[in-house]
Protein backbone atom coordinates (compact mmCIF):
# COMPACT_ATOMS: atom_id res chain seq x y z
CA UNK A 1 0.00 0.00 0.00
CA UNK A 2 1.48 3.44 -0.82
CA UNK A 3 0.67 5.02 2.18
CA UNK A 4 2.84 8.35 1.56
CA UNK A 5 0.17 9.13 -1.30
CA UNK A 6 -2.69 8.22 0.38
CA UNK A 7 -1.53 11.29 3.03
CA UNK A 8 0.52 13.56 0.65
CA UNK A 9 0.81 16.85 1.40
CA UNK A 10 -0.38 16.33 4.88
CA UNK A 11 1.16 17.78 8.19
CA UNK A 12 0.29 13.89 9.41
CA UNK A 13 2.28 11.97 6.91
CA UNK A 14 5.52 14.63 7.16
CA UNK A 15 5.29 14.08 11.14
CA UNK A 16 4.80 10.19 10.71
CA UNK A 17 8.17 9.99 8.23
CA UNK A 18 10.06 12.17 11.10
CA UNK A 19 8.84 9.45 13.66
CA UNK A 20 9.51 6.39 10.95
CA UNK A 21 13.44 8.04 10.82
CA UNK A 22 14.16 8.30 14.58
CA UNK A 23 12.79 4.85 15.24
CA UNK A 24 15.37 3.75 12.61
CA UNK A 25 18.29 5.35 14.41
CA UNK A 26 17.26 4.41 17.89
CA UNK A 27 16.11 0.52 16.44
CA UNK A 28 19.95 0.54 15.32
CA UNK A 29 21.57 1.58 18.41
CA UNK A 30 19.85 -1.19 20.68
CA UNK A 31 21.02 -3.44 17.84
CA UNK A 32 24.49 -2.55 18.36
CA UNK A 33 23.92 -3.33 22.45
CA UNK A 34 24.21 0.17 23.36
CA UNK A 35 22.53 2.31 25.84
CA UNK A 36 21.36 -1.01 28.14
CA UNK A 37 22.78 0.35 31.17
CA UNK A 38 20.35 2.05 34.25
CA UNK A 39 21.62 5.38 34.60
CA UNK A 40 20.69 6.68 38.15
CA UNK A 41 18.31 9.25 37.14
CA UNK A 42 14.51 9.08 36.97
CA UNK A 43 11.76 10.09 34.86
CA UNK A 44 8.76 12.43 35.78
CA UNK A 45 7.39 9.65 37.01
CA UNK A 46 9.91 8.23 39.16
CA UNK A 47 10.76 5.40 36.62
CA UNK A 48 14.46 4.83 36.88
CA UNK A 49 16.22 5.96 32.98
CA UNK A 50 18.27 3.87 31.02
CA UNK A 51 20.67 5.25 28.35
CA UNK A 52 18.49 4.41 25.87
CA UNK A 53 15.62 6.30 27.36
CA UNK A 54 17.18 9.57 27.25
CA UNK A 55 18.72 8.61 23.35
CA UNK A 56 15.27 7.63 22.22
CA UNK A 57 13.97 10.91 23.61
CA UNK A 58 16.28 13.22 22.38
CA UNK A 59 16.03 11.25 19.03
CA UNK A 60 12.14 11.34 18.39
CA UNK A 61 12.52 15.83 19.65
CA UNK A 62 15.28 16.95 17.33
CA UNK A 63 14.20 14.95 14.28
CA UNK A 64 10.25 16.26 15.51
CA UNK A 65 11.50 19.93 15.25
CA UNK A 66 13.94 20.12 12.34
CA UNK A 67 11.38 18.22 10.09
CA UNK A 68 7.74 19.23 10.81
CA UNK A 69 6.44 22.34 11.90
CA UNK A 70 5.04 20.83 15.17
CA UNK A 71 3.51 22.60 17.77
CA UNK A 72 3.94 20.78 21.22
CA UNK A 73 6.14 17.79 21.95
CA UNK A 74 4.82 16.05 25.02
CA UNK A 75 7.34 13.33 26.55
CA UNK A 76 7.19 10.19 29.58
CA UNK A 77 10.30 11.60 30.11
CA UNK A 78 10.53 15.32 30.33
CA UNK A 79 8.26 17.85 33.01
CA UNK A 80 6.83 20.01 30.68
CA UNK A 81 5.70 20.51 26.91
CA UNK A 82 7.80 23.35 25.42
CA UNK A 83 6.16 25.17 22.08
CA UNK A 84 8.88 24.43 18.90
CA UNK A 85 6.52 25.69 16.27
CA UNK A 86 2.94 27.23 15.13
CA UNK A 87 1.36 24.21 13.44
CA UNK A 88 -1.81 22.44 14.47
CA UNK A 89 -0.72 19.19 15.31
CA UNK A 90 1.22 18.45 18.77
CA UNK A 91 2.93 14.93 19.57
CA UNK A 92 3.14 12.90 22.69
CA UNK A 93 5.41 10.12 23.33
CA UNK A 94 6.98 7.22 25.25
CA UNK A 95 10.26 7.35 23.48
CA UNK A 96 11.45 3.63 24.96
CA UNK A 97 8.34 1.46 26.24
CA UNK A 98 9.55 -1.33 28.10
CA UNK A 99 12.99 -0.45 28.58
CA UNK A 100 13.63 -2.99 31.53
CA UNK A 101 12.32 -5.41 29.46
CA UNK A 102 15.10 -4.31 26.76
CA UNK A 103 17.79 -5.16 29.01
CA UNK A 104 17.12 -8.91 29.01
CA UNK A 105 16.17 -9.02 25.05
CA UNK A 106 12.23 -8.90 24.85
CA UNK A 107 10.97 -6.67 22.37
CA UNK A 108 10.79 -2.95 23.57
CA UNK A 109 9.18 0.42 21.13
CA UNK A 110 7.79 3.22 21.45
CA UNK A 111 4.63 4.82 21.77
CA UNK A 112 3.52 8.16 19.77
CA UNK A 113 -0.32 10.39 19.91
CA UNK A 114 -0.64 13.29 17.25
CA UNK A 115 -3.55 15.47 18.41
CA UNK A 116 -5.10 18.06 16.51
CA UNK A 117 -5.61 21.95 17.99
CA UNK A 118 -4.19 21.15 21.51
CA UNK A 119 -3.02 24.10 23.44
CA UNK A 120 -3.97 22.55 27.10
CA UNK A 121 -3.32 19.99 28.58
CA UNK A 122 -6.90 19.00 28.39
CA UNK A 123 -6.89 18.64 24.68
CA UNK A 124 -4.64 16.16 24.81
CA UNK A 125 -7.54 13.81 25.50
CA UNK A 126 -9.40 10.81 23.24
CA UNK A 127 -11.69 13.03 21.24
CA UNK A 128 -8.33 15.12 19.97
CA UNK A 129 -6.46 12.34 18.74
CA UNK A 130 -5.71 12.05 15.35
CA UNK A 131 -2.81 9.53 14.95
CA UNK A 132 -1.61 6.90 17.16
CA UNK A 133 0.24 3.52 17.43
CA UNK A 134 3.44 1.86 18.20
CA UNK A 135 6.99 0.89 17.17
CA UNK A 136 8.49 -2.40 17.94
CA UNK A 137 12.38 -2.68 18.01
CA UNK A 138 12.35 -6.77 17.33
CA UNK A 139 13.73 -9.36 15.38
CA UNK A 140 12.77 -6.32 12.91
CA UNK A 141 11.54 -2.89 13.14
CA UNK A 142 7.68 -2.35 12.89
CA UNK A 143 5.25 0.05 13.05
CA UNK A 144 1.62 -0.49 14.23
CA UNK A 145 -0.80 2.56 13.98
CA UNK A 146 -3.88 4.67 12.50
CA UNK A 147 -4.52 7.77 10.84
CA UNK A 148 -8.19 9.34 11.02
CA UNK A 149 -9.31 5.98 12.43
CA UNK A 150 -7.71 3.60 9.86
CA UNK A 151 -5.16 0.99 11.29
CA UNK A 152 -1.82 0.07 9.58
CA UNK A 153 1.55 -2.21 10.29
CA UNK A 154 4.86 -0.89 8.58
CA UNK A 155 8.11 -3.43 8.36
CA UNK A 156 11.26 -1.37 7.89
CA UNK A 157 13.24 -3.22 5.46
CA UNK A 158 17.23 -3.15 6.20
CA UNK A 159 18.21 -4.15 2.58
CA UNK A 160 16.66 -1.25 0.97
CA UNK A 161 15.87 0.86 3.94
CA UNK A 162 12.70 0.99 2.93
CA UNK A 163 8.89 0.84 4.73
CA UNK A 164 6.16 -1.55 3.55
CA UNK A 165 2.64 -0.66 4.39
CA UNK A 166 -0.30 -2.70 4.97
CA UNK A 167 -3.84 -2.57 6.21
CA UNK A 168 -4.66 -4.08 9.40
CA UNK A 169 -7.14 -6.36 10.20
CA UNK A 170 -10.20 -6.74 12.57
CA UNK A 171 -8.68 -7.90 16.11
CA UNK A 172 -9.20 -11.62 16.31
CA UNK A 173 -11.11 -13.51 18.96
CA UNK A 174 -8.66 -15.30 21.11
CA UNK A 175 -8.83 -16.43 24.83
CA UNK A 176 -5.08 -14.99 25.81
CA UNK A 177 -5.15 -12.63 28.76
CA UNK A 178 -2.13 -10.05 29.41
CA UNK A 179 -2.11 -8.98 32.96
CA UNK A 180 1.25 -9.02 35.55
CA UNK A 181 -0.73 -11.23 37.61
CA UNK A 182 2.00 -11.23 40.61
CA UNK A 183 -0.41 -8.64 41.84
CA UNK A 184 -2.94 -10.69 42.17
CA UNK A 185 -3.60 -10.03 46.13
CA UNK A 186 -3.85 -6.27 45.67
CA UNK A 187 -6.41 -6.07 42.94
CA UNK A 188 -10.20 -5.24 43.48
CA UNK A 189 -11.82 -8.13 44.57
CA UNK A 190 -14.06 -7.83 41.21
CA UNK A 191 -10.85 -8.36 39.31
CA UNK A 192 -9.60 -10.94 41.28
CA UNK A 193 -13.07 -13.12 40.45
CA UNK A 194 -12.99 -11.69 36.73
CA UNK A 195 -9.34 -13.25 36.54
CA UNK A 196 -10.30 -16.14 38.29
CA UNK A 197 -13.22 -16.79 36.52
CA UNK A 198 -11.16 -16.52 32.82
CA UNK A 199 -8.52 -19.12 34.04
CA UNK A 200 -10.82 -22.00 35.54
CA UNK A 201 -14.24 -21.95 33.30
CA UNK A 202 -13.58 -24.30 30.53
CA UNK A 203 -15.81 -23.35 27.19
CA UNK A 204 -17.64 -25.79 25.42
CA UNK A 205 -14.26 -26.90 23.97
CA UNK A 206 -12.24 -27.29 27.23
CA UNK A 207 -10.29 -24.53 26.64
CA UNK A 208 -9.86 -21.55 29.51
CA UNK A 209 -7.90 -18.30 29.24
CA UNK A 210 -4.28 -18.00 28.38
CA UNK A 211 -1.89 -15.92 30.20
CA UNK A 212 1.10 -13.79 28.81
CA UNK A 213 3.26 -10.93 30.64
CA UNK A 214 6.01 -9.44 28.68
CA UNK A 215 6.64 -6.18 31.16
CA UNK A 216 7.03 -4.63 27.79
CA UNK A 217 3.60 -2.97 26.59
CA UNK A 218 4.59 -2.65 22.58
CA UNK A 219 4.79 -6.79 22.42
CA UNK A 220 1.89 -6.98 24.92
CA UNK A 221 -0.40 -5.08 22.19
CA UNK A 222 1.60 -6.75 19.29
CA UNK A 223 0.65 -9.69 20.60
CA UNK A 224 -3.18 -8.32 21.43
CA UNK A 225 -3.63 -7.38 17.67
CA UNK A 226 -2.43 -10.59 16.43
CA UNK A 227 -4.07 -13.13 18.32
CA UNK A 228 -6.57 -10.96 20.25
CA UNK A 229 -7.96 -11.38 23.99
CA UNK A 230 -7.07 -8.80 26.34
CA UNK A 231 -4.44 -6.64 28.25
CA UNK A 232 -4.39 -4.84 31.67
CA UNK A 233 -3.04 -2.90 33.74
CA UNK A 234 -5.26 -2.64 36.64
CA UNK A 235 -4.95 -0.14 39.94
CA UNK A 236 -3.72 -2.08 42.95
CA UNK A 237 -3.63 -1.53 46.76
CA UNK A 238 0.32 -1.46 46.19
CA UNK A 239 2.20 2.45 47.75
CA UNK A 240 1.99 4.66 44.28
CA UNK A 241 -0.23 2.11 42.41
CA UNK A 242 -3.99 3.61 43.05
CA UNK A 243 -4.56 4.39 39.46
CA UNK A 244 -2.27 1.61 37.83
CA UNK A 245 1.00 1.93 36.64
CA UNK A 246 0.80 3.24 32.73
CA UNK A 247 0.31 7.13 31.78
CA UNK A 248 -2.93 8.06 30.37
CA UNK A 249 -1.42 10.38 27.31
CA UNK A 250 1.55 8.91 26.29
CA UNK A 251 0.02 5.10 26.55
CA UNK A 252 -3.17 4.54 27.46
CA UNK A 253 -5.23 7.29 24.82
CA UNK A 254 -2.77 6.52 21.93
CA UNK A 255 -3.17 2.72 22.33
CA UNK A 256 -6.57 2.52 22.95
CA UNK A 257 -7.39 4.94 19.49
CA UNK A 258 -5.68 1.95 17.89
CA UNK A 259 -7.63 -0.41 18.82
CA UNK A 260 -10.73 1.19 18.46
CA UNK A 261 -9.93 1.45 15.03
CA UNK A 262 -9.52 -2.39 14.26
CA UNK A 263 -12.84 -2.66 16.25
CA UNK A 264 -11.50 -3.44 19.75
CA UNK A 265 -12.21 -1.44 22.89
CA UNK A 266 -10.53 0.18 25.74
CA UNK A 267 -11.54 1.12 29.56
CA UNK A 268 -10.18 2.80 32.55
CA UNK A 269 -12.27 0.23 34.46
CA UNK A 270 -15.66 2.41 34.35
CA UNK A 271 -15.57 4.13 31.25
CA UNK A 272 -13.06 4.49 27.91
CA UNK A 273 -10.22 5.48 28.19
CA UNK A 274 -10.75 8.00 24.69
CA UNK A 275 -13.51 9.66 27.29
CA UNK A 276 -11.48 10.09 30.57
CA UNK A 277 -10.56 13.85 31.44
CA UNK A 278 -6.76 14.88 30.84
CA UNK A 279 -6.12 16.58 34.28
CA UNK A 280 -2.29 16.30 34.64
CA UNK A 281 0.47 15.94 32.20
CA UNK A 282 1.96 12.30 33.80
CA UNK A 283 -1.30 11.41 35.07
CA UNK A 284 -2.00 7.72 35.19
CA UNK A 285 -5.13 5.42 34.61
CA UNK A 286 -5.40 1.70 35.00
CA UNK A 287 -5.89 0.50 31.63
CA UNK A 288 -7.52 -2.07 29.79
CA UNK A 289 -7.70 -3.26 26.16
CA UNK A 290 -8.54 -5.50 23.48
CA UNK A 291 -11.81 -7.43 22.95
CA UNK A 292 -15.09 -5.58 22.72
CA UNK A 293 -17.16 -8.16 25.15
CA UNK A 294 -14.60 -8.82 27.84
CA UNK A 295 -14.19 -4.62 28.03
CA UNK A 296 -18.39 -4.94 28.95
CA UNK A 297 -17.71 -7.38 30.95
CA UNK A 298 -15.35 -5.84 33.19
CA UNK A 299 -17.31 -2.46 33.35
CA UNK A 300 -20.48 -4.64 34.30
CA UNK A 301 -18.14 -5.94 37.72
CA UNK A 302 -16.64 -3.10 38.45
CA UNK A 303 -19.76 -1.12 39.88
O1 LIG B 1 6.98 -4.34 35.72
P1 LIG B 1 5.50 -4.20 35.65
O2 LIG B 1 4.90 -3.57 36.89
O3 LIG B 1 4.81 -5.47 35.27
O4 LIG B 1 5.22 -3.08 34.51
C1 LIG B 1 5.40 -3.35 33.16
C2 LIG B 1 4.76 -2.26 32.36
O5 LIG B 1 5.55 -1.10 32.47
C3 LIG B 1 5.93 -0.64 31.19
O6 LIG B 1 7.23 -1.11 30.95
C4 LIG B 1 5.83 0.87 31.09
O7 LIG B 1 6.89 1.52 31.68
P2 LIG B 1 8.02 2.28 30.74
O8 LIG B 1 7.29 3.14 29.76
O9 LIG B 1 8.78 3.08 31.76
O10 LIG B 1 8.85 1.21 30.12
C5 LIG B 1 4.98 -1.30 30.21
O11 LIG B 1 5.57 -1.46 28.96
C6 LIG B 1 4.64 -2.60 30.89
O12 LIG B 1 3.35 -3.00 30.56
MG1 LIG C 1 5.84 2.98 28.62
Known amino acids: MDLYKKYQNTEILEIFKS ?28 DEQIGLDVFADECFQENADKDTNIKYILSEERPDFVQYGDGRYSLTLDPLDGSKSAIVGIPSGAIFGVFDEANNISDFCGKNIVSGGFFVFGINLEVYFAINNEAYKGVFNNENSSWNFVSLDKLPKYKMFAINASNKIKWDNWLQDFYDDLMNVEDENGKTYNIR ?14 QGGLFAYPNDSRKGY ?28 KKSILDVDVIELHQKTPVFLGDKELIQRIENLNK
Open 19 to 46: LLKSSETIYKELKSGAGLEFLNTTNETD
Open 213 to 226: WYASMVSEVKRLII
Open 242 to 269: SNGHLRLVYEAIPMAYLLKSIGGSSSNG
